[in-house]
């Protein structure tokens, strides 16, 4: 049996071809080389197997050290981590597959020990999460963040246009922009975490500038139509708030629209949780966005297939059942049952929960 909905059907984003509509969300597997943070040995193993998505977009990757809030998450700054992510992007080409990598600054959500001489991390405003992060084999406090000071937000921006470069010369398709989950643009985004007096504070327009600044910045040298972005209107992940969740993006999807990015990816409700966990207008932010709408958020079979005929989204983003289920296209086609995820391997460790679950050939006939 083979079921026939739009969620297999191809899909023209900017200049690539997807095979179908389903799309891999970005998953932290904190896998990365301890110390250089490249991606493990098995990551190409990992994401060639989940290459039959039509697109598929990677855990999130720090632009700097000092973007880095979580124990071996990898890195897109150094050499050697352009040359391990090759390694992956290479072996997704080879099974047919595209791939983005998801730009990262965590801002505030970090710890002492993983930034450059034990330094705070940095936020829009010295305000410390109420929240854990997980560092040296354990799950801690985040730390006490400092301000940046204005004179330090171009250093961000460049540090976002290097890790541009550096994915393009380790071969990804294009590159999403982690605006969302509380790190470090969603920070200066909100007015929860951002208290600034200066241009970057305040007002919407100047909240949601250094979004806008880096999405800019990130566009011009990958291609917009290589340029997707990641947000999330109302989630309370990692002590993010805000006063008006609506009028805020209303603002920043016209400014990213008017920016041509390809695709605008929305974390719908709470991330990972409830998806009516306050009122939001998605079809607003859809209506403003001229390219994709790729949506999130405990999507499965039927409500992807509901949103896609209703023209409510054009790609629907999977992320846990990417993690249990490599063959998910073929599984969903086939309306075959899909494996559970272990939550206990989710974050660290080897080859056990990362490239041990069965693809349906490999299961035994009944
Ligand atoms: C789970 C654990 C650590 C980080 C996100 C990058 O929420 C993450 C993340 C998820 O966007």
Redesign the pocket.
């Known amino acids: 049996m083979s079921r026939s909905t739009k969620l297999f059907e191809s899909y023209k984003l900017g200049p690539i071809t997807l095979a179908n509509r389903l799309v891999m969300a970005?998953?932290?597997r904190?896998r990365a080389v301890p110390g250089t943070f490249v991606p493990g040995a098995l990551a190409a193993e990992y994401y060639s197997q989940r290459a039959s998505a039509g697109l598929l977009i990677t855990?999130?990757s720090q632009i700097s050290q000092q973007g880095q809030?979580?124990q071996d998450?990898p890195g897109i700054y150094s050499k050697e981590q352009v040359a391990g992510w090759r390694k992956v992007t290479d072996k997704v080409h080879e099974r047919g597959g595209k791939i983005f990598i998801?730009l990262?600054h965590?801002g505030r959500i970090s710890h002492v020990d993983l930034q450059a001489n034990g330094a705070a991390p940095v936020a829009p405003s010295a305000i410390r999460a109420k929240g854990k992060?997980?560092v040296n084999g354990t799950f801690a406090d985040v730390s006490e963040p400092r301000a940046l000071e204005l004179s330090e937000i171009p250093g961000i921006i460049d540090d976002f246009k290097r890790a541009t470069k550096n994915a393009l010369e380790a071969g990804f398709d294009g590159v999403e922009i982690?605006g969302?989950?509380?790190?470090l643009l969603e920070q200066f985004a909100k007015d929860g975490a951002n208290k600034r007096a200066d241009a970057y504070g305040g007002s919407i327009e100047n909240r949601a500038k250094l979004m806008l600044e880096v999405s800019k910045a990130v566009a011009a040298e990958a291609g917009s139509d290589r340029t997707g972005i990641?947000i999330s209107p109302v989630t309370p992940?990692?002590d993010i708030s805000d006063s008006n969740p609506q009028a805020l993006y209303d603002y920043i999807v016209d400014g990213l629209s008017a920016l041509k990015l390809v695709y605008l990816h929305v974390v719908e409700g709470a991330?990972?949780g409830p998806r009516d966990i306050a009122p939001f207008d998605y079809a607003s932010i859809r209506k403003r966005f001229a390219g994709a709408y790729v949506a999130n958020n405990g999507y499965d079979f039927d409500l992807a297939t509901k949103v896609l005929d209703a023209g409510a989204a054009d790609l629907i983003a999977f992320g846990k059942p990417f993690i249990s289920n490599p063959d998910l296209v073929e599984r969903l086609k086939q309306g075959a049952a899909l494996n559970d995820w272990d939550k206990n391997t989710?974050?660290g460790g080897g080859a056990k929960g990362y490239t041990d679950y069965p693809t349906l050939a490999a299961e035994p006939a009944e």
């Open positions: 970005p998953l932290t904190n855990e999130a809030g979580y998450t998801q990262w965590v992060t997980f982690h969302a989950n509380g790190y990641r992940a990692n991330t990972g989710f974050y």
